[in-house]
């Protein structure tokens, strides 16, 4: 349950000419040489009694499937013989001279039948999808309170869904978003500084068809005491299904290579995202998680968007949870909140 990417994306690399426009490209000689970090992933006791309980319920979810499955088989069943044996009885019975009735009585019993399986079919729908958005409820809610656990996190509250594409527009990574899903929202504090956070998909129309261009969770911080008008684009590209940022009209690309592209409105952002900052958020590597990482200024508000693999983000029916995606989302969450402290 949750969100899908479709079609496979086609990175594009920034041309020599782009690179022209900004600053000299500024990285490291040993960058591309440089060796993958593994980044230790320690199960904890709290991620393993959150499995449990979520195994439990999904269980219960599963049981109930089933046997609405069933339910809906019976009843397909029975509609089917009835209107089987109404039809021999028309066909027999009902051309008999004086007989006429009994067509019109089978006529009108199919009818009945057909509206009755209609309304069940409805009503077994709602009530699926009624029991499959508590399950999600229930996974996102226990999963949220275990990444966002302990004293640092206050004033905490957690929403399966509500309308976040403003929010996520406000970023302004991409144009022509048309498409939009949040779920998974959460809001509160970290260490005293208001955030939000929600998982996402975001698409654009390629060929009359929704493509993703970001599916992930989005970060939302306020940075009050910072310029308004500046505006900065940092991404980490990524891979298979990776796309460039492209609201990027009235930005300069000061830094880019085959790895990352930086992009900002005036050299005032460089006292922002300065060298501890550019640090912290190159801390993020591409693996089999993460597609890519993006980093915006916009508006007075800081937002860090990882677009996450769909087995990552999605929420597990058949199989129990993955306590490493548990374990990556606490390293991940801490990275993004000392990107967020290093900026003054």
């Not at 993958?36 to 006791?45: G, I, K, S």
């Not at 004033?155 to 498409?179: G, T, V």
């Not at 493509?211 to 990524?238: C, E, N």
Request: aromatic share 10%.
């Amino acid at each position: 349950m949750g969100f899908k990417k479709e079609e496979k994306k086609i990175e594009v690399l920034i041309p020599p000419e782009e690179l022209e426009k900004g600053e000299e490209e500024k990285v490291e000689e040993n960058e591309d040489s440089e060796v993958e970090e593994v980044e230790e992933l320690n199960v904890e006791d709290s991620e393993r009694e959150l499995s449990k309980k979520v195994d439990e319920k999904r269980e219960e979810f599963n049981k109930f499937a089933k046997k609405q499955k069933i339910y809906n088989y019976i009843a397909t069943g029975i509609l089917l013989v009835v209107l089987i044996v109404a039809f021999v009885i028309a066909l027999t019975v009902g051309n008999q001279e004086g007989q006429s009735w009994v067509t019109l009585l089978v006529l009108g019993i199919a009818v009945v039948l057909l509206v009755a399986s209609f309304v069940f079919t409805r009503l077994q729908r709602k009530k699926m999808d009624k029991i499959g958005n508590e399950y999600v409820q229930f996974v996102l809610t226990e999963t949220n309170k275990e990444i966002y656990r302990g004293e640092r996190f206050t004033d905490l509250n957690f929403a399966l869904s509500n309308d976040e594409k403003e929010s996520f527009n406000e970023s302004r990574i991409f144009l022509n978003i048309k498409s939009f899903k949040a779920i998974n929202v959460t809001t509160g504090k970290v260490n005293g500084n208001p955030f939000k956070v929600f998982d996402c998909a975001a698409s654009v129309l390629i060929k009359n068809r929704p493509q993703p261009h970001f599916l992930g969770r989005m970060f939302v911080f306020d940075l009050k005491d910072v310029d308004p008008s500046l505006r900065a684009i940092f991404q980490i590209k990524g891979g298979e299904y990776s796309y460039p940022v492209d609201d990027i009209e009235d930005l300069q690309l000061i830094e880019g290579n085959n790895k990352y592209s930086f992009y900002i409105s005036d050299e005032k952002v460089k006292t922002i995202f300065d060298g501890k900052v550019l640090g912290l958020i190159k801390k993020f590597k591409v693996d089999k998680n993460i597609i890519d990482v993006i980093v915006s200024l916009n508006n007075s508000k800081l937002f860090i968007g990882i677009d996450y693999a769909d087995e990552f983000i999605n929420v597990p029916t058949k199989e129990s949870i993955n306590l490493k995606n548990i374990s990556k989302s606490k390293l991940d969450l801490e990275k993004v909140i000392a990107i967020r402290e290093a900026i003054k």
